[in-house]
Structure formats: structure tokens, C-alpha cells
């Protein structure tokens, strides 16, 4: 895990040109070429283990500030969901938890360490979700995200997941207060988004 190359906050996104690892605050949006260039690494993406759950309660802390997530107006401890993992050797790089509610994967988390992005990692764990839920039979999968999270945002829509709602206000309520996301814009509202199986 790294800090910001401009602050001490924790860095959360990597810049595709230089490798510089960016917080959200100092993470600007532009319009840039594939990466190509990356290579994709040979990871492995398996379910968590108990022996997981501490690693996933970090990787939580560190993107989040917090191990208890809320989306869907719920509030889930991540280290207590079941989860798929991304894995260089030995080491978790990369995780997306769920929750299984009925016919619907609430997909809870889904967060990869700034030098393994632009590689294919966070759309494998996906994908590894998106079967899980189809050996369950389940018939959707649906994830939360910020307004401001426009990888996410873009992210899942490549996938083929769709905008199903806004809750305005959602996450300044949560919080309290009006923080500073991607590209500096102000962290609001959550966003929903639902892919059919």
C-alpha cells in the first residue's frame, strides 16, 4: 500500500503515463489511449479463506477509512462477506465481497491496489462475482458506487451493468460532511447500478 506522491493521503489510483500513485483529490480525469503496455500479470482470483478476513479488513481501512460499508441502504462488515480474492503469489492485491440477499449479488467492495490497476484485475474479480451468482441462480447483480467514482462508473458499465438510480444526498448523510473524490469533485450521492443475468 502507498501514500499520494502530492500528500500523505493513501493513494487509491495509479497514473496509467508515469506510475505515479494518486489519492483521489490529486487523481485528474483525462482522456487517454488504452494501456496497453501493461502487462498482464499471472494473479490468481479465488474465494477468501478465514485466514483472508484480516487482509480484506486492511484493504477496506485503506480505501474506505472504514470496514463497515454501506450501499442499498444496508450496512455490511466486508471482512465477515464472502469474498473473491486477486492474488500475486501470496500476497491479496485486489478483492470484491458480496452479499447474497434472495435472487440479487449485492456486490459490497470492489477495490485493487493502485500498481496492479489497468491490468484486468478488478474486471476479473467481477467476473468471478458475476458466476458465482449464476451457479446460485441468482437473477441479478447490483453494486453502489459514488458520484464521484468515474473508473467505477465506467468500469462497470463496460461490463454491462446499468444505472438503475440515484440516491441524492446519500453519502453526505452518511458521512456528515462533503468530501473531495476523483478529480476533486464532491462526493454526494450514491449511484446504483444492476446487471441481468
Not at 14 to 20: A, L, P
Not at 29 to 44: K, S
Not at 106 to 129: S, Y
Amino acid at each position: 500500500m502507498s501514500t499520494c506522491a502530492y500528500c500523505d493521503a493513501n493513494a487509491l489510483y495509479c497514473d496509467r503515463k508515469s506510475g505515479t500513485h494518486l489519492c483521489p483529490v490529486h487523481a485528474w480525469l483525462a482522456v487517454t489511449g488504452p494501456h496497453r503496455d501493461a502487462p498482464r500479470p499471472p494473479l490468481t482470483i479465488r474465494p477468501t479463506t478465514p485466514e483472508d478476513r484480516a487482509r480484506v479488513a486492511e484493504l477496506a481501512d485503506y480505501f474506505w477509512g472504514e470496514i463497515e460499508l454501506e450501499c442499498f441502504d444496508r450496512a455490511y462488515r466486508v471482512d465477515e462477506l464472502p469474498a473473491y480474492v486477486a492474488c500475486d503469489g501470496d500476497e491479496i492485491i485486489g478483492v470484491a465481497s458480496y452479499s447474497c440477499e434472495g435472487d440479487t449479488f449485492n456486490l459490497v467492495m470492489l477495490n485493487v491496489l493502485p500498481q496492479w490497476q489497468g491490468r484486468g484485475v478488478a474486471g476479473r474479480l467481477v467476473e468471478a462475482v458475476m458466476q458465482e451468482a449464476r451457479s446460485q441462480s441468482a437473477e441479478r447483480v447490483v453494486v453502489a458506487t459514488t458520484n464521484d467514482d468515474l473508473p467505477a462508473l465506467g468500469l462497470y458499465q463496460r461490463l454491462g451493468f446499468e444505472i438503475t438510480g440515484v440516491l441524492i444526498g446519500k453519502v453526505l448523510e452518511h458521512h456528515g460532511r462533503v468530501e473531495l473524490g476523483f478529480d476533486a469533485i464532491p462526493i454526494r450521492d450514491e449511484i446504483q447500478l444492476e446487471l441481468r443475468l
